[in-house]
């Protein structure tokens, strides 16, 4: 990944531009798929993100899983897949705008990149969720994984405000 801001080489061909409102739908999901492509050859973040999607769901049907939980682990998945591609727009666009360095072009890049992170967590806390109700299925854990969530929640929150009026 270059530095932040910096610009990166086109994977598109110059002239192959996309028209901005697909005439149809099928037009449509050919315009995401050379999206995806896109974005799976400039991301190894995208990549290894599919990669443990794929374990996680193989696993999760291994262990038994019902639909239900599969179903939401699924849309946990999606969740970040979409929070990454989301993010590689935004990079792909940033660094378009502002080939230099940039330090507002890097707060741009962090941002889209703590979305990912956030979606990552809260994949991680269903999984968690969904484990625990099959580690203890009569025990509390689940009440008790989700204070532990929630406090940590409260603490990067506390941390993120006194954090601002030092540098503010």
Do not use: Y
Not at 14 to 23: F, I, V, Y
Not at 40 to 60: D, K, S, Y
Not at 116 to 127: G, S
């Amino acid at each position: 990944m270059p530095g932040r801001g910096a610009a990166r080489p086109a994977d598109v061909r110059a002239g192959a531009a996309r028209p901005r409102r697909p005439r149809s739908f099928p037009a449509a999901v050919a315009c995401a798929v050379v999206g995806a492509r896109v974005a799976l050859r400039r991301q190894p973040n995208l990549r290894a993100h599919l990669a443990i999607a794929g374990l996680v769901l193989l696993g999760g049907a291994a262990a038994g899983l019902s639909g239900v939980e599969l179903a939401v682990v699924a849309a946990a998945i999606g969740l970040v897949l979409g929070a990454e591609l989301l993010n590689t727009s935004i990079e792909l666009l940033t660094d378009l705008v502002s080939p230099d360095e940039d330090p507002r072009a890097g707060a741009v890049k962090d941002v889209s990149a703590a979305a990912v992170l956030a979606a990552a967590a809260a994949a991680a806390a269903a999984a968690a969720f969904i484990a625990a109700g099959h580690v203890w299925p009569q025990g509390p854990a689940a009440v008790r994984l989700a204070a532990a969530l929630g406090a940590a929640c409260l603490a990067g929150f506390a941390a993120a405000v006194r954090g601002r009026g030092a540098a503010g």
